[in-house]
């Protein structure tokens, strides 16, 4: 079963453009979760989408928006990108999402530069 | 609001040595699930050990145990029999039981002697 892939893995941006990464879940799987990771502020949860909505956000000014398709992959949008933006960003699947039991299943993740 | 701390920015272990990486966090919540995950040079997350707090028995996998303790708010990951492949990032995450999102701690980078 092949897992959960992102693209690209590597991005480098100028500020004040826009992105947008995608990320295909494990197959199965309905659940999609984004995270970003900076040295500074860690690992933070961003949103979760199920379904093709929105089911929970994380605290992220509106610039950073999502979708999801009806065969489950996900893409994630920044608008009006700033330095502060460059991160790695991280795709997790699962297959529903709302039992905590179930496991996340990570993806290689996004490398943002913003400069 | 939930928090998660992981006070050891580093730790150091001898290859088959054994090695304990600490959490603590701080919930209202009665029910709620702690998760291990370990994030090597690669960057893929992976999954290492999960507790459910309603469980009162350690959770084990191989060579990985971990110690909870929910009256200390507590969550030790214990590293048995430590190899080479065991250096990386480890991450210690809470999940609430009606929540959807991970919070996650600072993280310990865990090195390993030859």
């Known amino acids: 079963k092949a897992g959960v892939t992102q693209t690209p893995r590597y991005l480098i941006k100028t500020r004040g453009q826009q992105v947008t990464l995608s990320c295909s879940p494990i197959?199965?799987?309905?659940?999609v979760s984004w995270y970003q990771q900076t040295p500074g502020q860690g690992l933070q949860f961003l949103f979760e989408?199920?379904?093709?909505?929105?089911?929970n956000k994380g605290n992220f000014p509106g610039r950073f928006s999502g979708r999801q398709f009806s065969n489950s992959r996900s893409e994630m949008n920044v608008s009006t990108l700033e330095l502060g933006d460059s991160a790695l960003y991280l795709c997790?699947?699962?297959?529903?999402?709302?039992?905590?039991?179930?496991?996340?299943?990570f993806g290689p993740g996004t490398r943002l530069l913003v400069l | 609001a939930q928090t998660v701390t992981q006070s050891q920015p580093e730790m150091s272990v001898q290859e088959a040595e054994t090695v304990t990486l600490s959490c603590t966090y701080d919930t209202s919540e009665s029910d709620y699930y702690l998760f291990w995950y370990k994030q090597p040079p690669s960057r893929q997350m992976i999954l290492v050990i999960r507790?459910?707090?309603?469980k009162q028995q350690n959770a084990t996998e191989n060579r990985f145990s971990v110690n909870f303790q929910k009256a200390a708010k507590s969550f030790s990951l214990k590293i048995s029999d430590s190899q080479l492949g065991d250096a990386a990032m480890y991450f210690c995450a809470y999940r609430s039981a009606s929540g959807y999102q991970l919070i996650w701690g600072a993280g310990t980078k865990l090195i390993i002697k030859p």
């Open positions: 997790a699947s699962s297959r529903e999402g709302s039992n905590p039991q179930e496991t996340q299943y």
């Open positions: 507790q459910e707090a309603y």
């Open positions: 197959s199965g799987h309905r659940s």
């Open positions: 989408y199920f379904s093709e909505t929105q089911r």
